[in-house]
C-alpha cells in the first residue's frame, strides 16, 4: 500500500472502479502501472488488470511516485476529498494544513510557502513537513505543485485563455517555470496539451466541476431561490441552473462579472461558464462555486453519522455562498425575521447600493454593495430602508471589517478566531456567528443552538432551555452538525421555516 493510503483498501478500491462508482470519485486514484496513467474511479477507458493497479488517497500521491494524469477522465474535474475529525492532534493540523492549500483566498496577493502554512498554524515548518508527510505521503510542497498543475490542466482544457494567463493564475510567477514544470510532471508542454487534451465541441467552454452522489439539486437550488434577490441571481429550476452577477478583489483590483452554473446530474457534474471580466479570478470563482454548492462533500461519512438520525436526508448538502462577506450582510438582515422578510430588505439594499452592471441577461443588473460601500454607508440611508439601528451598526461594522482585511470570511479562515471575532462587532451574536461559520467558512461541524426553526425540528421548542438542549442533541452529529442542521431543517413544513435565514 502507498505511503499516506494506508486507509485504503486496494481491493475493494479496484471493485469500486469496476464498477466506475461515482460516490467514491477523487477519494482515491488509480495508477496503472502498464501505461503510467493516474485516472479517477468513474474513468471509462479500458479495465485494467488487477496487478497493473496502484491506489491513492490523492492525486499528490499519485504524480509523486510519476503517474501523469488521464486526458479522458481528467483527475483535476473530481471533487477533493476533504476529511473531518475529531481525532488526534497532528491528523486534525495535517488536514487543516492541506484545506489552507486547497483555498486560494487564504493567501491573498501572496504565494503559498510552508513557512506562511506553519505560520498560520501556529507551529514549526518542521513539524508541519513531519505531520503533513505521515498523513498524506507527500510534502506540502507536492501538494501544492499538484493542485496548481491540475487547476492549470483544467484551464487550458475547458478555456480558450492564452497560456501565459493561465501560468499566471494558477500561481506560476512566469512561463518558463510553468512550461519546466509541465514538461517536467506530465511530459508535454500544454501547447501540446490543450490540443492532446481537447476532446470536447469547439462551441463548448464550460469548465465541469465533479460532485459525488448522492445530491439533492432540487433542494440546493430550492434553498437559493427562496433567497434570490433580483438583479444579482437568477434560478432555473427547470434547467437545473444559476447565474448571478458577482465582484471578486485580487491583488488590491475589483473583477466584476457574471457567471452561469447547470447541473448535469448525469455525469455528476456541474457546468461552469463565466464572463471574461473574471478570467483573471477564475480559480477563485471555480472555488467558491465549489463552496456555494457544496461540491466536495463526501457524502458516505456524512451519511455514516447522520443517516440514523435523517434517513431521508441523505442527498442534502450545505448551502455556502459565492461571497462570504455577502452571506454576512444577509445573515445579519435576517435576524429574527422571515426570509421573506430578510429578502425584502436585502432587495432594497441592493437598490440603494448595489453598483449597475451590463450582461448579457436582463434579468441580472446589478452587484451586491461592495464592502467599501456599506462600510461609509450612513445610519439615515440604512434607516430608511427598513433595517433597524442595531443591525445598520452590524452590518457597517462588518463591512469596514472586511474593507479593511480585519476580517476573512471564506473557507481558508481560521474558524474559531474567526467565530470570535465576529461576536465581538455589535449586533453579532452565537447564532449569527454559527450561520456564517457554517455557510462562508464551510465549516461543517457549525451549530446554531438558538435556531428557532431547529428547535421546532429537533422538538425542543416548548422546553426551559431549547437551545442548551439542541446542543447536547448535537452531540451525537459530530463533527457534521452543519449537514444536520439543513436535514432538520428539511423536515419541516414550509411554514415552519419561516425563521430559517
Known sequence: MDTGAASLQPDACYLALQARDARFDGRFFIGVTSTGIYCRPVCKVRMPRRENCRFFGHAAQAESAGFRPCLRCRPELAPNSIAWSIQDASY????????????????GDEPPSVEQLAAKLGVSDRHVRR????????????????????????????????ITQVALISGYSSLRRFNAAFVEHYGLNPTRLRREGSIRPAQDTAIRLGYRPPYDVKAMLGFFAKRTIAGIELIDSARGAMARTLSVESAGKWHRGW??????????????????????????????????????ADPAAINAVLH??????????VPGAMSGYEIAIRAVLGQQITVAAARTLAQRMVDRFGQPIVTPFPQLTRLFPEPAVLAAAAGDALGQLGIVKQRQAAIVAI???????????????????????????????DWTAQYIAMRALRWPDAFPAGDVALHKALGVQGKPQPAREAEVASHAWKPWRSYAVVRAWSTLAPAALKETT
Request: charged share 25%; aromatic share 6%; proline share 5%.
Open 92 to 107: 486534525i493540523l495535517a488536514h487543516q494544513a492541506a484545506r489552507l492549500l486547497d483555498e486560494p483566498e487564504a493567501w
Open 131 to 162: 505531520i503533513f508527510e505521515a498523513q498524506f505521503g507527500v510534502s506540502p510542497v507536492q501538494y501544492l505543485q499538484t493542485r496548481r498543475l491540475l487547476t492549470a490542466k483544467q484551464l487550458l482544457a475547458d478555456t480558450q485563455l492564452p
Open 259 to 296: 457567471l452561469v452554473a447547470e447541473f448535469d446530474e448525469a455525469r455528476h457534474q456541474v457546468a461552469l461558464r463565466v464572463d471574461d471580466a473574471l478570467s483573471q479570478v477564475l480559480p477563485l470563482v471555480i472555488r467558491r462555486l465549489r463552496a456555494a454548492f457544496d461540491l466536495d
Open 308 to 317: 440514523g438520525s435523517f434517513p431521508e436526508g441523505d442527498g442534502l448538502r
Open 399 to 429: 463591512a469596514q471589517a472586511v474593507a479593511d482585511k480585519r476580517l476573512h470570511l471564506h473557507g481558508g479562515a481560521d474558524v474559531h478566531a474567526t467565530i470570535e471575532a465576529l461576536k465581538q462587532l455589535p449586533g453579532i451574536g
